[in-house]
């Protein structure tokens, strides 16, 4: 097992180092360790839900050309419209009352739910693994919502065995069918080698009416058994399943109008009408429908096991109770886990029980993870569109072309409404992710850096590959360009990491503390081997260091603003030699209404936008971009290296104060001049998120008298403090809940997140719960805490999702729904902070 070699590898590495400190050599062979920490990486997370865009759909991660792809779909074909209404891809047009992961874990398994009262239907969906990683299982089970509405589940599985046309070699067969309803399947992938793949009923009744002489409407279309079509259906073309499944259904209805009498036909055969056939005689290909109606009003529901074995494996998964036992052990491992790494309290002003706020934050940390997907394909890229700096108008990247394809490993904020990787949004989710499992954050981060461009060092803004990811992104958004940058949240999750391994280093307990018990043993793996083990870390950091510097350089060189155009001002104010004038910076890629690139569009800027603009943030992600570098030349024991860093960082922070912090405003501000009016600098001050990133993001030194005035104008009811969180913009600002009202105003967890976290850094005092006066930083701390964990618990209680931002006039959850990106950082406020 790999954790006691592991544990076999760390005591050698122990005794290695003795023997270094006494000798001044290192013989342990740590690239062989990190080999077997790949190793397992890779096997405990190649299988899972990661076409989270699918309410539930399965690819391998890392197998490209001929991955095994599953998906589920259901509709009510009791319905005559009910094709209409079969689902498929998460999307909030199709008004589920509710669905989403109660629980999981990528490397574990867990328990997805359905509520779908349009289709009468409670679907429970169970994805287990054996626990090498190799075998699973998918356990569907069903009831109706309502048991006295006469009404079909007909569960639809599509299974593609890709690859077929490129070597083929690849294919997916039925062996074996066992009676009507249970089939079994012979596989073979390039990649994955031979597999079984069976198809078992548990129980449940099929729609049928013995009134009828028979249920089979036109030759095949029966409803009162299994149904199995297949086809040959392209790799590239597998995503379209529910339009393959329609049309082909639709075709066949045809078929059956033309071709039978017109005579009224009995309502009770339309589910065998809705049911799939092979009127086209097609060939069996790699491509499989499997079709399940079952008649929900019949009592006890419905239940069946879809299961993938690897042949020559020595862990098949071959009977029902075995998989009954699996769900057992999963769900309580990933509970246990989940109590390891959280604590709930019943604070005097939190509402909601122990209990439920337990249960609210491990379904929401149990949907970040969900999301998580794996993506391959093309992406679209503009390399030559320049923008026009003089009338910053609307940006069209009409030069698009293909490049890749690439891979990608990521979470993503939102299954319904943006299953994609998102730069600004995923250093957010490692920020949550880390604290449950170090490891698969990291794996995550290394997948993101792998995508920086080795010649420029861009990464783009959005990933979005191949036409699955694309066919849910307007139009518009689809182009990336290497010009525009984004915040690097990712090296603030970086950053985070490495501190606590740099902490770490030469604690070696921490790894045992990791292990859960179940049933009486330990179980059998750890995830925190990067977190708790330098050298693995260093591995890591060596891989990644060359791409990040370029990255780094990148952001630096594209976003660089233009300070000479404040020479002279500066020269009068008496500051310009104490400027460092390498660390001024703006966003490239601004309208006149839009800034994207910052990620906070819609908060105001300066009027007009010109060049000389210099932006408050941009500087402030650059200070943790360069600590990043810093912390990893640490690690990496590049001391020249970790010295320059750190004088860039130094440089960063004075320049904040020197050139962003108006005195007259008492905040942050982004400086223009105004050319209209004897070219004076002007400060833009815009009291928000912009104005407190430099705190957000721990940039003030620890003694600067500045922390106090931000302590206060977060605390000022008058402008952002809110029942409900800190407002994006301020109450007193111009374009408060002006125009499309993004960032002007809106509650937005992730800025609220990093003040939390910045006040338990700036004051420790926060979190203890001593007596007497408390400082108005520690009055802020659990205000702001309670506020705003209790309102993200009360809109789910009472609209059932974690929502993308939050009103600030009454607190209820606006944009999109089911978002369970950053989010999610609410599970960190209540169970750890
Ligand atoms: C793990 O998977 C990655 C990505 O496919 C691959 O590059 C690497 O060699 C694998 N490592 C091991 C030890 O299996
Ligand atoms: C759905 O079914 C599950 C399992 O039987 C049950 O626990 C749950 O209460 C049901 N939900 C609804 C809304 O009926
Ligand atoms: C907001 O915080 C204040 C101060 O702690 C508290 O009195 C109030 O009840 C909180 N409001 C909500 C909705 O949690
Ligand atoms: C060792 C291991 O975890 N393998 C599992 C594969 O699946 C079977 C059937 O469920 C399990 O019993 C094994 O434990």
Excluded at 275 to 290: A, L, Q
């Amino acid at each position: 097992m790999f954790n006691s070699r592991l544990k076999l590898l760390r005591v050698f590495w122990v005794v290695a180092n003795i023997a270094l400190l006494v000798s001044g050599t290192v013989n342990v062979d740590k690239l062989e360790e990190f080999e077997e920490y790949q190793k397992f990486t890779n096997e405990s997370l190649l299988w899972a839900p990661y076409r989270s865009n699918c309410y539930f759909g399965i690819t391998p991660r890392y197998v490209n050309e001929s991955p095994l792809v599953m998906g589920i779909m259901w509709f009510n074909s009791l319905n005559q419209d009910g094709l209409q209404s079969l689902r498929h891809f998460a999307t909030p047009q199709d008004k589920l009352q509710k669905y989403g992961w109660e629980v999981y874990d990528p490397r574990i398994g867990g328990k997805e739910i359905f509520i779908d009262e349009k289709n009468n239907l409670n679907l429970t969906v169970y994805f287990v693994k054996s626990r090498n990683g190799e075998n699973w299982s998918v356990r569907v089970h069903g009831e109706p919502l309502d048991p006295q509405l006469p009404s079909t589940a007909s569960i639809v599985l599509y299974f593609s065995q890709n690859g077929g046309e490129i070597d083929g070699k690849s294919s997916l067969a039925l062996i074996d069918q066992d009676g009507p309803n249970d089939l079994k399947f012979f596989g073979y992938s390039q990649e994955l080698g031979e597999y079984d793949l069976t198809v078992r009923d548990n129980f449940g009744q099929y729609f049928n009416n013995p009134a009828h002489d028979t249920m089979e409407v036109a030759p095949g279309s029966d409803c009162s058994k299994t149904s199995h079509l297949s086809l040959q259906v392209p790799g590239s073309e597998v995503w379209k399943a529910r339009d393959i499944f329609q049309s082909l259904v639709s075709d066949s209805i045809r078929d059956i109008l033309e071709t039978e009498d017109k005579q009224e036909r009995p309502a009770d055969l339309i589910p065998s009408i809705l049911t799939i056939r092979n009127i086209y005689n097609f060939n069996p290909g790699n491509f499989h429908y499997v079709q399940k109606t079952f008649d929900l009003s019949k009592e006890g529901g419905f239940e069946f096991d879809t299961t993938y074995n690897k042949l020559e494996t020595t862990q098949s998964i071959s009977t029902r109770e075995q998989i009954t036992e699996l769900i057992t052990w999963s769900l309580n491992e990933i509970n246990a886990r989940f109590d390891k790494k959280f604590n709930f309290e019943q604070g005097s002003d939190l509402i909601g029980s122990v209990d439920d706020k337990r249960k609210f934050a491990l379904e929401t940390l149990s949907n970040l993870l969900g999301g998580i997907g794996y993506f391959h394909g093309k992406q679209l890229i503009d390399r030559e569109t320049e923008f026009d700096e003089s009338q910053f108008a609307e940006i069209k990247l009409l030069n698009a072309k293909e490049e890749g394809p690439f891979d990608l490993f990521t979470s993503i904020p939102s299954r319904g409404f943006f299953p994609r990787g998102f730069y600004w949004d995923e250093g957010f989710h490692l920020l949550q992710i880390m604290e449950y499992d170090f490891d698969l954050a990291f794996e995550i981060l290394t997948s993101w850096f792998e995508m920086i461009e080795d010649d420029s060092g861009w990464i783009a803004r959005e990933i979005i590959l191949g036409d699955e990811a694309r066919s849910k992104v307007p139009q518009e958004f689809q182009v990336q360009n290497p010009n525009i940058a984004n915040p690097p949240t990712l090296l603030l999750a970086f950053s985070e990491m490495l501190s606590r391994a740099i902490e770490k280093i030469g604690d070696f307990d921490d790894v045992n503390n990791e292990q859960v018990m179940f049933n009486g043993k330990l179980s059998n793996f750890v995830t925190n081997n990067l977190e708790a083990n330098s050298d693995l870390l260093t591995e890591y950091a060596k891989k990644i260091y060359p791409k990040l510097l370029r990255h780094y350089n990148w952001f630096k060189e594209s976003q660089a603003g233009f300070i000479d155009e404040y020479a002279e001002i500066f020269e009068e104010e008496g500051i310009w030699d104490k400027i460092h004038k390498s660390e001024v910076y703006r966003w490239v890629g601004r309208t006149f209404t839009h800034c994207l690139p910052s990620g906070m569009d819609d908060y105001p800027r300066a009027q007009p936008p010109d060049v000389a603009e210099l932006n408050v943030d941009a500087l402030a992600w650059v200070g943790v971009m360069t600590r990043s570098m810093k912390q990893i030349g640490h690690v990496l024991k590049l001391t020249d290296d970790e010295t320059k860093y750190a004088e860039i960082e130094h440089n960063v922070i004075e320049n904040l104060d020197l050139l962003h912090w108006s005195e007259k405003d008492n905040c942050y501000c982004d400086i223009s001049i105004d050319f209209e009016d004897e070219e004076i600098k002007e400060f833009v001050c815009h009291e928000g998120y912009i104005s407190l990133l430099p705190f957000a993001l721990k940039l003030i030194p620890k003694d600067s008298p500045k922390l106090g005035k931000i302590v206060a104008l977060m605390s000022d009811s008058n402008k952002i403090f809110s029942e409900f969180g800190l407002l994006s913009l301020s109450r007193q600002d111009e374009y408060f809940g002006k125009d499309e009202n993004y960032w002007r105003g809106p509650v937005w967890m992730n800025i609220n997140y990093l003040c939390l976290d910045a006040m338990r850094y700036y004051y420790p005092e926060v979190t203890l719960g001593v007596a007497g006066e408390a400082s108005d930083a520690k009055k802020l701390y659990q205000s702001l805490k309670t506020n705003l964990s209790n309102n993200v618990y009360k809109v789910w209680k009472e609209q059932g999702y974690c929502y993308e931002n939050y009103s600030p006039v009454d607190g209820h959850g606006t944009g999109a729904e089911h978002f369970t990106g950053w989010t999610a950082l609410v599970v960190n406020i209540l169970g750890r902070f």
